[in-house]
């Protein structure tokens, strides 16, 4: 059966052909087509109810010298959620580092609207932007400490409190709320499963009580189950925990049916009640019940 098996030639990159592949002059002036149409910075203080509380402002970042973001801007109001969604290499990833302090910063601005007023946050080392600011990341990758056990990953999370007894605490009202864990309390983190572990790296974040949580693609080879689970989880700290939450992901289908899903050229989405789309060619808003 198998010599007589259709055998399909590879072509250019994956999908398509080499034909798809376009010249960095034609990347440019389609980039500059669709900025004609971009949101002006009142456009993106009305979707952040205008009073945003992470504030962007005229942002050049990259790695080394290599500038990744341009000129970028972006408000999110207390409370909302923020999905940055596109394929790989689009830039995604690169704001939540420039966020928490992975990039290089060449100009621009990163603030809080903190309690105690607007808190410029640009040249915070990370630790001080978790200790200081209430910002937490949540890594793509895999992060947890393997042979330790699930209660010591949580304690790990508290690590920059000034008294353990902090983490402690901080680790039962986690067990508290989520019962998954607490079951597997004493148990090495190797054994759990990919879902638990995800579960794992978002609560150990919320040991220092973050205000702003930074969530690297939450689905990222999880089970369909376990991204459903994943996103409600999210969707709890938004709505009932008052997070902010900045996210990126790729697969837009999968989150969840109360937030709007777009097509994944889309740019950027604050998802909360009132659900904004935008991508850079404009933006529109639906209210879902």
Same mark, same amino acid.
């Given at each position: 059966?198998?010599?007589?098996? =259709?055998?399909?030639?590879? #072509?250019?990159?994956?999908?398509?052909?080499?034909?798809?592949?376009?010249?960095?002059?034609?990347?440019?002036?389609?980039?500059?087509?669709?900025?004609?149409?971009?949101?002006?910075?009142?456009?993106?203080?009305?979707?952040?109810?205008? !009073?945003?509380?992470?504030?962007?402002?005229?942002?050049?970042?990259?790695?080394?010298?290599? *500038?990744?973001?341009?000129?970028?801007?972006?408000?999110?109001?207390?409370?909302?959620?923020?999905?940055?969604?596109? /394929?790989?290499?689009?830039?995604?990833?690169?704001?939540?580092?420039?966020?928490?302090? $992975?990039?290089?910063?060449?100009?621009?601005?990163?603030?809080?609207?903190?309690?105690?007023?607007?808190?410029?946050?640009?040249?915070?080392?990370?630790?001080?932007?978790? #200790?200081?600011?209430?910002?937490?990341?949540?890594?793509? !990758?895999?992060?947890? $400490?393997?042979?330790?056990?699930?209660?010591?990953?949580?304690?790990?999370?508290?690590?920059?409190?000034?008294?353990? &007894?902090?983490?402690? =605490?901080?680790?039962?009202?986690? $067990? !508290?709320?989520?019962?998954?864990?607490?079951? #597997?309390?004493?148990?090495?983190?190797?054994?759990?499963?990919?879902?638990?572990?995800?579960?794992?790296?978002?609560?150990?974040?919320?040991?220092?009580?973050?205000?702003?949580?930074?969530?690297?693609?939450?689905?990222? &080879?999880? *089970? /369909?189950?376990?991204?459903?689970?994943?996103? *409600?989880?999210?969707?709890?700290?938004?709505?009932?925990?008052?997070?902010?939450?900045?996210?990126?992901?790729?697969?837009?289908?999968?989150?969840?049916?109360?937030?709007?899903?777009?097509?994944?050229?889309? $740019?950027? #989405?604050?998802?909360?009640?009132?659900?904004?789309? &935008? !991508?850079?060619?404009?933006?529109?808003? *639906?209210?879902?019940?």
């Amino acid at each position: 059966m198998a010599d007589t098996q =259709e055998i399909k030639p590879a #072509r250019g990159y994956g999908s398509g052909d080499v034909g798809t592949v376009i010249s960095v002059e034609d990347v440019v002036r389609e980039a500059e087509k669709i900025a004609e149409n971009a949101p002006t910075l009142e456009d993106l203080a009305e979707l952040a109810n205008n !009073d945003p509380y992470v504030s962007i402002e005229s942002l050049n970042a990259g790695y080394g010298k290599m *500038e990744i973001l341009h000129d970028f801007n972006l408000q999110v109001g207390e409370g909302q959620s923020l999905c940055l969604i596109g /394929p790989n290499g689009a830039g995604k990833s690169t704001i939540l580092h420039s966020i928490f302090g $992975f990039t290089n910063i060449f100009d621009g601005r990163i603030k809080i609207n903190s309690a105690d007023g607007v808190l410029d946050v640009t040249n915070l080392s990370s630790k001080d932007k978790l #200790r200081k600011a209430g910002i937490a990341y949540i890594l793509q !990758d895999k992060s947890i $400490f393997p042979d330790m056990t699930v209660e010591e990953n949580l304690w790990m999370g508290g690590y920059l409190m000034e008294e353990p &007894g902090k983490a402690k =605490e901080a680790a039962d009202w986690v $067990f !508290d709320k989520y019962s998954r864990l607490a079951e #597997r309390r004493t148990k090495l983190a190797k054994v759990l499963s990919g879902g638990e572990r995800r579960l794992l790296e978002i609560s150990r974040a919320l040991v220092m009580q973050p205000d702003v949580l930074l969530v690297d693609e939450p689905s990222i &080879g999880l *089970e /369909p189950r376990f991204i459903d689970m994943v996103f *409600e989880i999210l969707e709890d700290l938004q709505s009932n925990e008052g997070k902010t939450i900045s996210m990126v992901e790729q697969n837009g289908k999968k989150l969840p049916t109360t937030y709007h899903r777009g097509g994944i050229s889309g $740019f950027w #989405r604050l998802m909360s009640e009132k659900t904004v789309w &935008g !991508d850079k060619g404009g933006y529109f808003e *639906e209210n879902h019940p």
